[in-house]
Structure formats: structure tokens, C-alpha cells
């Protein structure tokens, strides 16, 4: 197949074809220099504009301060997950952790293994359908941070709301949704997102937190795994990855070009509610995973009668240069991810498809 696709993959995920051909043309000579992005020194001053600008247009973005900084880390959330309880919590100050899904379970399970990890709330036992309310909230006031997973890839749920903590700081996982819709972003502070899913490729973590809380991180660390290394040498301590920050830069500048967050939520409310109304219009051909007060604007699951139809949709699915679309093993079914980059025309061609599967079986 000679022609792109429509990516549904939650991740690594589709990236905005305007910036793939941006730095296809920039790909041998980046911005005068004779040489790649991907040989260029972190210390250049040609890489120095990149860095400081990806970082000033996500805080724009996000309405952020001059009490806020960017880090950029590598390991994923899957390293940050232990990072945090590192430097952050403590025996007497555990970290608190909202369950929503596979993720918020795996930060959870590293804050355990050091000792600190507590659960303020879990909807495992109901198979992650729901987010939990603010009401199921039991936060130690002596907690160091509530940890929420804002957005569960695997499950498709997401957090509608931002949780009242009572004073405790909020840390949230955004791995899947960063930038996708107009936020409340102050009330968080620390926030930390893997790119791959919704702001570039995979090798780099955009860290957002306020820098009180990044500059006092325990000293004992190696230090690597403090976060005050990172704020003090503006993540340039060893050689970053370079390449992903370079793309989430031109990401972000691609969000802001196309109408900032508020175009974003507007387009993504949009495309889910089509898929939405696919799965609520279908008499139960369709059944969705995630309860309606729920419900991800990023990754919509749902399952079949059979393992044998839904296969049947994959591989038919494919054929139309629908990809990506099988569920997570662990849910089964479908899972269409479908972030800022997935333009309206891929889901509308989805929307299509299913109905006309729906008829034929």
C-alpha cells in the first residue's frame, strides 16, 4: 500500500501529516546547519531555540506560569511510575493512588515496592468501566500527592473532572490525552505524559510541574533519578533525546496552528461523539466497554457478539486502511484510538464501516 492509512494504533500513534512532511524537508539540513537533527549537539545553538521553544509553547498551551518548568526525561511513564515515589513520597508521606486502570495499577505497584504506595480509590473490582468519583476519594491528609492516571488507554475511560484533594498536591498521569482539550492545568502539580501517544514519537517524557516541587528531591539519589537534576541543567545534564523533543516541538506548534486547545477539544468531542453514536445506535450489535460518564475522547472501546465477528471486523477493517483498531488483550474487542492527529475524515470513514458491518451481519 502506497498511500497512508488511517492510524487507530494508541501508541506509538498517528502524528500530523503537516509535520511529518515539515521534517521530512528539514531531514538533511536542519535550519542552515548542513547537518540532520538527528547529528546535531544538544549543546548547539541551533538545537537551544528548539528546546526553549517546545518548552514555552506547551506552558502557553497549558496556561502555565513561571512557577511551572519543563523537564524532559526517557523511560517512559513506565520509569516515571517509580521516579515519582523516589522523590517524592516517603513512609510517613506516602503517595495516594486513584486505580482507573492498567497504568494507575502499574505506578501504584512501584510506590509499593518502595514502601509508600497507598489506594485512595479502585474500580478494578467493576473491570475499570468507570473513573472514580470524587465521593469513593479516601486521601490520607498526611499523603504526599494523589496520583490519577487522567486518561486509560487500555479501557477508554477518562477523567471528566479534576479531583479535590483536600490540600494534597495532585500528580496525574497524561500520557494519553495531554493537550487534547482545554484544561484546568494549574490545579495539577506535577503532570508527566509519554509522548508517543498524543505529542510525538516515543523516546522522551514531558514532565510539567512546579519547580519548588522539582528543586526539592531528595539528595541521597543517583543523579539520574532526581528531578532537581533536570530543572538545574534544563534537562541537558547528558545528552536528551534530541530527535523527540525536536518533534514534540513541532507538535505543539502544530496544535497551536490549528486553533490551540480549544479547536482540539472541539475536534476530538466531535469524532468521538460519531463513533459514540456508532456504538449507541447499533441495537447492541456494538456494546461499549466504558460507562457514558466515563468515557475517553481518545481511545473509544467496544466489543462484538463473538471473538470470531470482531475478528472478522479487524481483517476487514485493514483492508479498507482502517488500522490498528484491535482491543487490548485484556478488554478484548475494539479500541479505536483516535488523538489530535486522527482527522476527522478517518473517523467518519470508521463511522461508515461500522454501520455497513452492522447491516451485513
Given at each position: ?38 547529528e546535531i549537539s544538544h549543546r548547539a545553538p541551533a538545537y537551544d531555540e528548539v528546546h526553549a521553544q517546545a518548552?514555552?509553547?506547551i506552558l502557553e498551551l497549558m496556561g502555565l506560569g513561571a512557577d511551572y518548568d519543563v523537564v524532559f526525561t ?215 466497554h466504558a460507562e457514558k460518564d466515563s468515557r475517553s475522547r481518545m481511545n473509544v472501546t467496544f466489543r462484538l ?57
Open positions: 500500500m502506497n498511500e497512508r492509512i488511517y492510524n487507530f494504533n494508541p501508541g506509538p500513534a498517528v502524528l500530523p501529516e503537516d509535520v511529518l512532511k515539515e521534517v521530512q524537508s528539514e531531514l538533511l539540513n536542519f535550519n542552515g546547519t548542513g547537518m540532520s537533527i538527528l518548552k514555552a509553547d526517557t523511560g517512559g511513564a513506565s520509569q516515571t511510575f517509580a521516579l515519582i515515589p523516589l522523590n517524592f513520597a516517603t513512609e510517613s508521606h506516602p503517595g495516594s493512588y486513584a486505580l482507573s486502570g492498567s497504568f494507575a495499577q502499574k505506578a501504584y505497584e512501584e510506590a509499593v515496592k518502595l514502601g509508600v504506595g497507598t489506594v485512595a480509590a479502585s474500580t478494578k473490582e467493576e473491570n475499570y468501566v468507570r473513573v472514580p468519583r470524587q465521593d469513593e476519594l479516601n486521601i490520607a491528609p498526611s499523603a504526599a500527592y494523589l496520583h490519577i492516571c487522567l486518561n486509560n488507554t487500555i479501557y477508554g475511560t477518562e477523567y471528566h473532572y479534576t479531583p479535590e484533594t483536600g490540600g494534597v498536591k495532585l500528580f496525574a498521569d497524561m500520557s494519553s490525552d495531554i493537550l487534547s482539550r482545554p484544561w484546568d492545568f494549574s490545579s495539577y502539580d506535577f503532570i508527566y505524559a509519554g509522548v508517543q501517544k498524543n505529542l510525538g514519537p516515543a523516546g522522551v517524557v514531558l514532565n510539567v510541574a512546579k519547580k519548588e516541587l522539582l528543586e526539592n528531591t531528595p539528595a541521597e539519589l543517583p543523579t539520574m533519578f532526581r528531578y532537581a537534576t533536570f530543572l538545574k541543567n534544563d534537562s541537558l545534564y547528558n545528552t536528551p533525546p534530541v530527535f523527540a523533543i525536536y518533534m514534540v516541538g513541532k507538535t505543539v506548534r502544530w496544535i497551536k496552528k490549528h486553533g490551540g486547545l480549544a479547536a482540539m477539544g472541539e475536534a476530538n468531542a466531535k469524532k468521538a461523539a460519531l463513533l459514540y453514536d456508532a456504538i449507541d445506535s447499533s441495537g447492541g450489535f456494538y456494546r461499549g457478539a463473538s471473538e470470531s465477528l470482531e475478528a472478522d471486523f479487524v481483517a476487514q477493517a485493514k483492508e479498507l486502511g482502517l488500522s490498528g483498531i484491535k482491543g487490548h488483550r485484556s478488554v478484548g474487542g475494539m479500541r479505536a484510538s483516535i488523538y489530535n492527529a486522527m482527522p476527522l475524515a478517518g473517523v467518519e470513514k470508521l463511522a461508515a464501516f461500522m454501520a455497513d458491518f452492522r447491516k451485513k451481519h
